[in-house]
């Protein structure tokens, strides 16, 4: 099973500023199949990026990933008021699938 | 426009079952392998198993395995979780998610909350 940490556990930023959020897996994502996905409390989540880099239908140009291997990067460039929310990375290139524990971004 | 409505969710006794179901449209549900996740309360979220779009091809995650039963009705648009020997860790929201294979989890729909208490 591939094991992914995501840091910070929690992020205090203001709006307007630059979040960088880390996924770190156990052991190398095959064909960089990772995903992030962002949730808001009581919604499901939402898919912002797969294959690493590439964005979601409808996601704006803010959000960026990046990494391969077993290092990996969600940015989001200037954060607005309704990017505050959760932030999972996922695997999806080996069974069993697993997600990271998530990243919450806060307003500070 | 793509809609996944869950269901079937509720308050059952450890040990009971309970079956979820998920009405897709808005697109070829035959075309797409259909996933299920759970999240307990104030958790993270956790995979629990897939199906191929022809439902030839099943996975599990390990804490499932034996337990739940995931299927699919092409001519109902409809996907299933059957779920028996519900344990209290079980308790949580499961949603389902249409599952494109080089694209992660792309749609999901709102969740159903399975509740284990006596």
């Known amino acids: 099973e591939i094991v992914l940490t995501q840091s910070p556990g929690t992020l205090s930023l203001s709006p307007g500023e630059r979040a960088t959020l880390s996924c770190r897996a156990g052991q190398s994502v095959s064909s960089s199949y990772l995903a992030w996905y962002q949730q808001k409390p009581g919604q499901a989540p939402r898919l912002l990026i797969y294959?690493?880099?590439s964005r979601a239908t409808g996601i704006p140009d803010r959000f960026s990933g990046s990494g391969s291997g077993t290092d990996f990067t969600l940015t989001i460039s200037r954060l607005e008021p309704e990017d505050f929310a959760v932030y999972y990375c996922q695997q999806y290139g080996s069974s069993p699938l697993t997600f990271g524990g998530g990243t919450k971004v806060e307003i500070k | 426009e793509v809609q996944l409505v869950g269901s079937g969710g509720g308050l059952v006794q450890p040990g009971g079952s309970l079956r979820l179901s998920c009405a897709a449209s808005g697109f070829t549900f035959s075309s797409y392998a259909m996933t299920w996740v759970r999240q307990a309360p104030g958790k993270g979220l956790e995979w629990v198993s897939h199906i191929s779009g022809s439902g030839g091809t099943i996975e599990y995650a390990d804490s499932v395995k034996g337990r739940f039963t995931i299927s699919r009705d092409n001519s109902k648009n409809t996907l299933y979780l059957q779920m028996n020997s519900l344990r209290a860790e079980d308790t949580a929201v499961y949603y389902c998610?249409?599952?494109?294979?080089?694209?992660?989890?792309?749609?999901w729909g709102q969740g159903t909350l399975v509740t284990v208490s006596s």
């Open positions: 294959g690493a880099s």
């Open positions: 998610a249409i599952y494109t294979y080089g694209n992660g989890f792309d749609y």
